[in-house]
């Protein structure tokens, strides 16, 4: 994880004696790079609203420091009236966070984080709780992990709007590691970036990847692995199994299939979610031929044919 430092003077020195036990999680509500914000709080400084954070993470997923995390910044403000009740009045609640900023072109904060962004802002939550003995789940009154608005429900609400607070636990908490995780800019010479999210990619091949056989993709596999080292590039689009309405299968380079079956009606691999690689038809074809010998056998032991 790479850090750049860019120092800002708005900070409470040494927390006033207090130590973080909250992460709380920002949207700049305009803006797409990182040092382009800390200069922003850079010029800020002394002027009649001087503003900082402890992290600023760029839409390329660059993470720029300005606030040391032994000091409080300035970026939550003041409670305000519907504040979370585990917020005591008498505590500036910046003596108690760690901050993180995230740019957010829309005014409203209403980007979704891209790939890398996303990447960087699960390592580094990771990282700081660690560092801190920080809970690594949602705030209550010993600590945890909460965005702006937790703090300032009046001006803040929809701060820092959408993030994927679901994908974040699920990967504190090991459901997943970032390393394993195949960006946008890592499959970059196979997706058609220009025609992708983070919900659906174009690869150049014309096939689509989306939902949750992209969500396996990009995770499935063992540290320094992934979907395009396991599976290759898709040779199809998603397509129904036939009498399974719900089901749905797409083929890959190196396997006969992935296939989305959450409730298991086809197959079950031990520790399997809603998505797991398919056997090969051939494979029920060959078990069943297999049963059928056993009994032969069997039988023919018995005595009876």
């Not at 009740?85 to 993180?100: A, D, G, K, R, Y």
């Not at 998505?275 to 039988?299: C, K, W």
Request: some cysteine; proline content about 7%.
């Amino acid at each position: 994880m790479k850090i750049k430092w860019m120092p800002n003077n708005s900070y409470f020195p040494k927390r006033n004696g207090f130590l973080p036990r909250y992460i709380i999680i920002h949207g700049t509500a305009g803006g797409t790079n990182a040092e382009a914000i800390a200069t922003y709080f850079q010029n800020e400084q002394g002027g009649s609203n001087p503003t900082s954070a402890h992290y600023i993470i760029g839409v390329e997923g660059e993470i720029i420091q300005t606030v040391s995390e032994a000091d409080g910044a300035w970026a939550n403000g003041l409670l305000s009236t519907g504040h979370d009740t585990f917020w005591q009045e008498s505590i500036n609640p910046n003596l108690l966070t760690i901050s993180i900023e995230h740019c957010k072109p829309s005014v409203i904060n209403s980007n979704e984080l891209s790939p890398a962004q996303k990447a960087s802002s699960f390592e580094l939550v990771k990282w700081v709780c660690n560092t801190w003995k920080i809970p690594m789940r949602w705030a209550d009154v010993n600590g945890g992990i909460t965005g702006h608005y937790s703090i300032d429900p009046i001006n803040r609400w929809n701060c820092p709007g959408p993030y994927p607070w679901d994908d974040l636990f699920s990967y504190l908490n090991g459901g997943g590691d970032v390393a394993t995780v195949l960006t946008l800019d890592q499959a970059g010479s196979f997706v058609d970036k220009a025609n992708s999210n983070d919900t659906t990619w174009k690869f150049k091949n014309g096939f689509l990847v989306g939902h949750g056989i992209l969500s396996f993709y990009r995770t499935v596999g063992q540290t320094g692995l992934n979907g395009l080292t396991l599976l290759g590039l898709p040779t199809s689009n998603e397509h129904g199994v036939p009498g399974k309405p719900g089901i749905v299968e797409q083929n890959f380079e190196r396997v006969y299939a992935v296939r989305y079956d959450p409730n298991h009606t086809i197959e079950y691999p031990p520790g399997s979610g809603p998505v797991y690689i398919a056997h090969a038809p051939d494979y029920f074809a060959l078990q069943a031929s297999i049963s059928s010998l056993t009994a032969q056998l069997d039988a023919c032991k018995a005595g009876t044919q």
